[in-house]
T-cell receptor
């Protein structure tokens, strides 16, 4: 099935560093989403993007919807230990007739060294 | 609100056994989903439902069945468990209307091992 290319696959950083990850697709989307999954939990939505070029922040997190509608990135500034987890991108092309299925990336595993 | 609840949290099955994974949401969401997550992988959609009485296949439906008799419940049935079905199963729900995305809320997952 269709899948997004998410990179990097994993990151190990020092506390206080900034983090950047991205997703690319061969298809255009009208929705990009970024989720975080803590160990042993289900994913939780961090940021939703609905418009090409849109730049949205949620605290220390910033995400952008690429102009081509085929990519998105997520930045985390000044990382802290609780940022540890797996970050997933997900995309979809929603219209009035479709069924709201998301296409998921494989995730970026983030480890933060205090 | 409890949100999305899933039972059991863990289960070990023998090959060929059957079981039902339970999922309940109390948010009056119309859409519900079942995903599986294999180690180091993303989420793959097994089945979804757009409302009571309506279900449809996702990306990996083989070996599973679902039903949606009420808005709240969306059980996932494994009829003849196989080792390839060892995974973590997540149920999710959303209230979706119109053409825009609405957030999917996830349950805590069921960790299934088939030996």
């Amino acid at each position: 099935g269709q899948q997004l290319n998410q990179s990097p696959q994993s990151m190990f950083i020092q506390e206080g560093e900034d983090v950047s990850m991205n997703c690319t697709s061969s298809s255009i989307f009208n929705t990009w989403l970024w989720y975080k999954q803590d160990p042993g939990e289900g994913p939780v939505l961090l940021i939703a993007l609905y418009k090409a070029g849109e730049l949205t922040s949620n605290g220390r997190l910033t995400a952008q919807f690429g102009i081509t509608r085929k990519d998105s990135f997520l930045n985390i500034s000044a990382s802290i230990p609780s940022d540890v987890g797996i970050y997933f991108c997900a995309g979809a092309y929603y219209n009035a007739g479709n069924n709201r299925k998301l296409i998921w990336g494989l995730g970026t595993s983030l480890a933060v060294n205090p | 609100n409890a949100g999305v609840t899933q039972t059991p949290k863990f289960r070990i099955l023998k090959i060929g056994q059957s079981m039902t994974l339970q999922c309940t949401q109390d948010m009056n969401h119309n859409y519900m989903y079942w995903y599986r997550q294999d180690p180091g992988m993303g989420l793959k959609l097994i089945y979804y439902s757009v409302g009571a009485g309506i279900t449809d296949k996702g990306e990996v439906p083989n070996g599973y069945n679902v039903s949606r008799s009420t808005t709240e419940d969306f059980p996932l049935r494994l009829e003849l468990a196989a080792p390839s079905q060892t995974s973590v199963y997540f149920c999710a729900s959303s209230y979706s209307r119109g053409s825009s995305y609405n957030e999917q809320f996830f349950g805590p997952g069921t960790r299934l091992t088939v030996l």
